[in-house]
């Protein structure tokens, strides 16, 4: 009985030894099978740049509403190259007709036909004395006189022909038609009703706001990117075109003014944008996605795979942007970084790649 005793107090130790050793065994082969699963990047040169973002709302550079200068009847005169009347969103160009306004006794006491032939009267009446004059059969008194009627007779027909003017609304530039007052033809209408409103905006503007800090890396003719939601595939371009040198005390921020290029007028006037305006810029160098980035205490790093094997590598940097990053060295062309699966990663980490 005591030996069967003495026996078990030898081999009860002995089997839970070997029972633990055979589980750590098996721990231990199953870590050395566990492999991470991951997503790399193959490291190739790109082109990367740095630029500041800020938000808008671009406005036409030439806008305008214009009134009727006389009153009278209202007409609504037809496109030259539709052969419609004007209408809302219509091109127009400098010198065209929009508006008619007729009233027949203001024609007719301006009296054009009148002060044209008087113009034409005085012309003849000091070409005859002139000549008389240069014969000795005229004073240089008689002379002068004929003169002065006759620049009298040029001054009370340009007025009016201006007073003519007024009966009709002109385009002063090169635009499109962006209001226009609905009003019946042949209404009577006073003098400074507005008639239509224009715009310009072949070129936009935008006035910005910028932190202090930004002041020292921007300057006039800088190139900037202009996005909107509503051309998600198409960038316009445009550039600084004024910059003010004064800080404002209470925002610390600087105003600056963009010039935004908008051929085919494909952005509208109203639009809120994102500016990205670019300080720095290379053609080729070594480009990762920042968000791969790990911080730690003695500095950034990212892991790279070589044969199914993670090892954390230490970077520096360089440019970069919301997006992307330089990376100037830690990094070689070829390297294999790790895009996805490596918040979980150790130094010489299994990985299985899954692309």
């Not at 633990?20 to 199953?30: Q, S």
């Not at 671009?58 to 009847?73: F, H, N, P, Q, R």
């Not at 051309?231 to 075109?241: A, C, N, R, V």
């Not at 968000?291 to 500095?299: A, H, L, M, T, Y």
């Amino acid at each position: 009985m005591k030996r069967n005793t003495l026996l078990k107090s030898f081999l009860i130790p002995f089997l839970a030894l070997a029972i633990l050793g055979g589980c750590r065994n098996e721990e231990a082969d199953v870590e050395a099978d566990v492999a991470v699963p991951v997503s790399i990047l193959d490291i190739k040169y790109q082109p990367i740049e740095e630029f500041i973002t800020t938000n808008g709302t671009v406005l036409a550079t030439k806008e305008v509403e214009l009134s009727a200068e006389a009153g009278g009847k209202y007409k609504l005169m037809n496109n030259p190259r539709t052969g419609r009347v004007w209408a809302l969103g219509d091109i127009i160009k400098t010198g065209d007709v929009i508006v008619s306004i007729e009233d027949e006794e203001y024609v007719n006491n301006i009296q054009i036909k009148s002060k044209e032939l008087n113009l034409e009267i005085s012309k003849d009446q000091w070409g005859k004395i002139e000549s008389l004059y240069e014969k000795g059969g005229e004073t240089l008194s008689t002379l002068k006189n004929a003169e002065q009627t006759f620049i009298n007779a040029e001054y009370t027909l340009a007025n009016a022909k201006l007073q003519l003017a007024k009966m009709q609304v002109l385009a002063p530039f090169n635009g499109v038609i962006v209001d226009l007052p609905y009003i019946t033809e042949g209404n009577k209408i006073q003098a400074g009703t507005p008639v239509v409103s224009l715009m310009d905006y072949l070129n936009l503007f935008m006035e910005i706001q910028l932190p202090e800090k930004n002041l020292a890396s921007l300057s006039v003719n800088q190139n900037v990117r202009i996005l909107n939601y509503t051309m998600p595939d198409d960038t316009l371009w445009g550039s600084i075109s004024q910059m003010s040198p004064a800080i404002n005390p209470d925002t610390r921020n600087f105003k600056g003014i963009i010039t935004v290029k908008n051929p085919g007028l494909r952005l509208r006037p109203g639009s809120y944008v994102k500016a990205e305006i670019v300080t720095n810029s290379k053609d080729s160098t070594i480009v990762i996605p920042k968000d791969i980035i790990v911080s730690r205490q003695r500095g950034k790093s990212v892991f790279i795979v070589d044969q199914n094997t993670a090892y954390e590598r230490s970077i520096k940097t360089g440019l970069e942007n919301p997006d992307e990053v330089e990376v100037i060295g830690g990094l070689e062309l070829n390297n294999r970084v790790v895009t996805e699966g490596f918040e979980t990663l150790g130094n010489r980490s299994k990985v299985k790649i899954i692309r």
